[in-house]
T-cell receptor
Framework: NAGVTQTPKFQVLKTGQSMTLQCAQDMNHEYMSWYRQDPGMGLRLIHY???????DQGEVPNGYNVSRSTTEDFPLRLLSAAPSQTSVYFC?????????????FGPGTRLTVT | EDQVTQSPEALRLQEGESSSLNCSYT??????LFWYRQDPGKGPEFLFT???AGEEKEKERLKATLTKKESFLHITAPKPEDSATYLCAVRGANNLFFGTGTRLTVIP
């Protein structure tokens, strides 16, 4: 199993550009989520999905869109990039959103917006 | 309000010098407390899940414990390869909340 994969690993955008961060998992997990990690702050939840066709907002959703058309894929779209979106983005998945199921993280995408 | 606080922010140990990392939390209806290890430039790697006060789990030189207000990650006789940032997270009735981590450096 590849686990959780993310592409690209690095990306530089200009302010106002849009892009999609890709995330895929091969563990047949129901629950997938996107986090951003900034220096001095804990991982913060952007959006999550409890199954194909179902998504919801997390703690910091503004400026981001998601969709979940399949169990495996959960892309994150930046609509109009801003310097405040410079961060490291992690995708994660787990068996279920309920109870104490641990999440498995991808390797991350380091995004710089100039 | 659900909250997770980790201390210290950074810890330097000599190889073989045991110590503990702290994770204090407030959450409504704890459904699980998680410890992760994160190496530079990589995603967090799952270590342990604890569900109820009094529970303990061990893996090699690491042992995690849980009370009603905090969790400890004990590191016994650490080695340089244990150097990493250790993250604590709690799941309550809502989503998962992460602490800011403790950056551990083990000096040979």
């Amino acid at each position: 199993n590849a686990g959780v994969t993310q592409t690209p690993k690095f990306q530089v955008l200009k302010t106002g550009q849009s892009m999609t961060l890709q995330c895929a998992q091969d563990m047949n997990h129901e629950y997938m989520s996107w986090y951003r990690q900034d220096p001095g702050m804990g991982l913060r939840l952007i959006h999550y999905s409890v199954g194909a066709g179902i998504t919801d907002q997390g703690e910091v959703p503004n400026g981001y869109n998601v969709s979940r058309s399949t169990t495996e894929d959960f892309p994150l779209r930046l609509l109009s990039a801003a310097p405040s979106q410079t961060s490291v983005y992690f995708c994660a998945s787990s068996y279920s959103p309920r109870g104490g199921y641990e999440q498995y993280f991808g390797p991350g995408t380091r995004l710089t917006v100039t | 309000e659900d909250q997770v606080t980790q201390s210290p922010e950074a810890l330097r140990l000599q190889e073989g010098e045991s110590s503990s990392l702290n994770c204090s939390y407030t959450v409504s209806g704890l459904r699980g407390l998680f410890w992760y290890r994160q190496d530079p430039g990589k995603g967090p790697e799952f270590l342990f899940t604890l569900y109820s006060a009094g529970e303990e789990k061990e893996k090699e030189r690491l042992k995690a414990t849980l009370t009603k207000k905090e969790s400890f990650l004990h590191i016994t006789a650490p080695k340089p390869e244990d150097s990493a940032t250790y993250l604590c997270a709690v799941r309550g009735a809502n989503n998962l909340f992460f602490g800011t981590g403790t950056r551990l450096t083990v000096i040979p």
